[in-house]
């Protein structure tokens, strides 16, 4: 299953993570501030580390990132975060998602974007 990881606020926050194949570096950009990974190893490490249980980084669904078996089948990501259309669209517009902004000019162009990427944005108010 693929977690997204995002920084508080958008914060650069850069940190290394032990795996069983050595270390590996998790950042966090300033814009966006996302962190995707489908690795079971890295995602126990990063929810292990400092960060993350001081709350500096969180899942996309903004618990425990756990998704029901539906959402995992389907592949789809709920956003719990975002709550309006410029976040959505600065979020797509990040890493991991890279689209480019003449891509996302309309609310209707951002959800379809989203769309196609299996991505939700429950608390989002148009």
Known sequence: MRKVYFSKDKAKIVFAVKLSGGVKNVTFSNFGGSYATSCKEEQKAIEDSFYFKR?????????????????????????????????????????????????????????????ELNISFPKLKL
């Open 55 to 115: 709350g500096l980084v969180y899942t996309a669904s903004g618990t425990d990132g756990e998704q029901s078996e539906e959402e995992e089948e389907s592949g789809s990501t709920e956003i719990g975060h975002v709550t309006n259309i410029q976040q959505a669209k600065e979020l797509l517009r990040s890493s991991p998602y890279n689209i480019p902004y003449q891509q996302l000019g309309t609310p209707e162009k951002i959800l379809r974007a989203a769309g």
